[in-house]
């Protein structure tokens, strides 16, 4: 299944805001397939284990609290090249440099708080997806 998945969380902001349908909404237009899908409440541990990579940077802090204050959606999405595609699909991290159309453009407030996570390469979608999803939940 690797280069043909990668994980997606639908970020708290996002959520507690109301965009949940709209975002789900152009990811199904775009063509990805929703293999699993649930709503959960990240915990700190979790949130730090997602997040290893960016212990010790300046942000850290910041976004393990904001990831764990509220809600998420996190799912797996099927399609070809589907890591490539979903980043294009969601935009720059910082929503004033993404491209008119992407979710981050629509729905982002900051870098920080931008609406949604994609996998950046096939490996930490794999890495990623195991942390939120046992093999009986995915289709």
């Known amino acids: 299944m690797s280069g043909n998945f990668t994980l997606s969380i639908i970020k708290p902001n996002a959520v507690r805001t109301g965009k949940t349908g709209p975002i789900l909404a152009i990811i199904n237009e775009a063509g990805f397939e929703i293999a699993a899908l649930k709503m ?19 942000f850290y802090e910041g976004l ?11 799912m797996i999405l099927k399609h070809e090249n589907a890591v490539e595609e979903f980043r294009r699909l969601i935009g720059d991290t910082d929503p004033e440099k993404a491209e008119a159309g992407t979710i981050r453009k629509l729905y982002a407030v900051s870098v920080q708080m931008n609406a949604i996570h994609g996998s950046d390469c096939d490996e930490n979608a794999v890495r990623e997806a195991d942390l939120f999803f046992s093999g009986f939940e995915r289709f």
Request: hydrophobic share 40%; net charge positive; charged share 25%.
């Open 40 to 58: 959960v409440r990240i915990s700190r541990k979790q949130a730090e284990v997602f997040y290893e990579v960016h212990k010790g940077k300046p």
């Open 64 to 74: 393990i609290g904001f990831m764990t204050s509220g809600p998420v959606f996190v």
